[in-house]
Nanobody
């Protein structure tokens, strides 16, 4: 069992930098960020297995960056918008043969508790 501990959520102004982090308690291989914004179903934001295997949601116009530092997963945007307001979840797959860049929720065995992000204009 791997626990994913998220942090970094809160309230920011549009255009301020926002960085979310997700620290795993064990070894994982594929990781992703999902979010649920008001009135919408949960959607994938970005996913990665390595720095060379990343994928981003087309709808987010390249405003987010996913990366890892010392096994902690990060999601960063320097141009948050009010429509980015919502609950953000990290997800992880411990299988070394995991599918890189998957946006399919069922591919991820472990999920964080979620961190709320509120972007004001």
């Amino acid at each position: 069992q791997v626990a994913l501990v998220e942090s970094g959520g809160g309230s920011v102004q549009a255009g301020e930098s926002l960085i979310l982090s997700c620290k795993p308690s064990g070894t994982i291989y594929c990781q992703a960020w999902f979010r649920q914004t008001p009135g919408k179903q949960r959607e994938a934001v970005a996913a990665m297995k390595s720095i060379a295997q990343t994928k981003y949601a087309d709808s987010l116009e390249g405003r987010f960056t996913i990366y890892t530092i010392k096994h902690t997963l990060y999601l960063q945007t320097n141009t948050p918008k009010p429509e980015d307001t919502g609950m953000y979840y990290c997800a992880a797959d411990p299988d070394p043969q995991c599918r890189p860049g998957s946006f399919r929720e069922s591919d991820y065995e472990y999920w964080g508790q979620g961190t709320q992000v509120t972007v004001s204009s």
